[in-house]
């Protein structure tokens, strides 16, 4: 990309505007509203609905939306039920090693 000479860049170099403020001249209208109105009317999360939320109803639905957290705490709740299974958990584990070869 290459910029016209004497020319300030404000915010990042890798700007579009070129000597204008970041978000300078840019317009959102109502259809683009959607996902911006939405995030900001969610009301924050108590420390109860939090907890609630890490762990999955549904291991699918977690990955299905992408939600991390879930993902991770339901591979940790696995992890200890594999461990706490003993030799079964064992045998578990090493078919997981073989497959992956």
Excluded: Y
């Amino acid at each position: 990309m290459t910029h016209p000479q004497n020319t300030e860049l404000h915010g990042t170099e890798d700007t579009a505007l070129v000597g204008l403020p970041d978000g300078a001249g840019i317009v959102l209208h109502g259809a683009e509203l959607g996902a911006l109105g939405a995030a900001a009317q969610t009301k924050p999360l108590t420390l109860v609905q939090t907890l609630l939320h890490i762990f999955p109803t549904s291991v699918i639905d977690a990955m299905a939306r992408g939600d991390v957290l879930q993902m991770v705490a339901f591979s940790a709740l696995f992890a200890l039920a594999v461990i706490a299974a003993g030799e079964a958990g064992n045998r578990c584990s090493r078919g997981a090693r073989r497959s992956r070869r």
